[in-house]
């Protein structure tokens, strides 16, 4: 979390009466009293720890909107009591089941026309699954006030990309010799290749399903050691919720800049490698789709490339959580920012009186 600090207002020091000399004497010099003493640097002002919400030299006040605003931009929306309550309203709403359950019936009924004109089943499902999920997405942007954690997600790996590189290529030769030795395997491009666009987005859908479970089963025990050292109210409901989101959503980040990363490889070493006569032979066709700006590209080569980057980024998943040294670089940075959040909680809510 950036070290920007929500402003704050310093106490007005009033009239000090023993600063007048008495009637009829030589003046005298004026002793400095002790509001004239500079201030004394403490905790708060420590350079990298910014100041707490609501905390005023030591004395509780009333929170602004700038300590609201906060919480919000470093990817915490729901430390917010009042973002926090509306966002459990729009969970309880009655219409939330009602609108999930019409956007499946709808999408499901534009993936049958659609899977019935272009003779491909598997689109239908697929439909299915893509634009219910980006409705359940849409909702939490909007209605639960959830955007701001993946903005906040979003600016915290691209200010950590010189962090991330390091950590990569420890995983990266492995992987890509493992991936490549599968990518120029007869088998796999016959598998790829031969997979209708509905079922190979389902096994996208699929590997990054399991991605996210994974996550979700081992990112709470690095939760459980964020603010130990700090003397906080415990954290539970959509307040643990958003700390969990936080982290999940910048592990996301970074899994889905490295398969990206490996799609762009295949199309461009398979660009340069294999030509029509190969591809035909490995996909076991008779001629194959190739696109018009490039002679070795085709849609076979982009599905296998497809098919391979999904793999690369569950397989960098199960390594981020489970490697030892990656996870201290990683979850110690991370955990750092997060407890200097708990902590500007408690000072938070003691203003509030909460």
Not at 201 to 213: E, G, K
Not at 293 to 316: C, H, K, R
Not at 331 to 353: N, P
């Amino acid at each position: 979390m950036s070290e920007e600090q929500p402003p704050t207002v310093p106490f007005a020091a009033g009239p000090d009466q023993s600063d007048r000399p008495d009637q009829g004497q030589p003046d005298q010099p004026r002793q400095p009293d002790q509001s004239d003493q500079p201030r004394q640097p403490d905790q708060r002002d420590q350079p990298g720890r910014p100041a707490q919400p609501g905390l005023l030299r030591g004395r509780p006040r009333a929170t602004s909107p700038e300590d609201d605003r906060w919480f919000v931009e470093h990817g915490l929306p729901w430390f917010v009591p009042e973002r926090r309550e509306r966002a459990h309203r729009a969970l309880r709403d009655p219409r939330l089941l009602v609108g999930l359950v019409g956007v499946a019936l709808l999408s499901l009924l534009g993936g049958i026309a659609l899977a019935w004109l272009a003779g491909t089943p598997s689109l239908a499902p697929a439909s299915l699954l893509t634009v219910t999920g980006l409705a359940a997405a849409a909702y939490a942007g909007t209605k639960l006030g959830a955007w701001p954690i993946a903005r906040w997600a979003g600016r915290h790996t691209l200010r950590s990309l010189h962090l991330l590189l390091p950590l990569v290529t420890r995983a990266l030769p492995l992987l890509l010799l493992f991936i490549t030795f599968l990518f120029i395997n007869a088998e796999v491009w016959q598998l790829s290749a031969n997979l209708d666009g509905g079922v190979l987005w389902l096994t996208v859908l699929m590997f990054a399903a399991i991605a996210v479970v994974f996550l979700l089963a081992r990112l709470p025990e690095e939760l459980d050691r964020v603010g130990d050292q700090v003397d906080a109210p415990q954290i539970s409901g959509l307040e643990r919720a958003n700390l969990v989101l936080v982290l999940m959503v910048a592990q996301a980040v970074q899994v889905l800049l490295l398969a990206l990363s490996v799609f762009g490889f295949f199309m461009v070493f398979g660009g340069l490698v294999m030509t029509h006569g190969v591809q035909e032979a490995w996909t076991g066709q008779d001629s194959i789709s190739a696109l018009p700006w490039a002679d070795n590209l085709s849609v076979e080569l982009v599905q296998v490339s497809v098919f391979l980057a999904a793999f690369s980024g569950l397989y960098f998943t199960v390594y981020a959580v489970t490697d030892e040294t990656y996870r201290e670089q990683f979850f110690t940075e991370i955990k750092a920012e997060l407890d200097r959040a708990v902590s500007s909680r408690a000072t938070y809510l003691a203003a509030r009186g909460d």
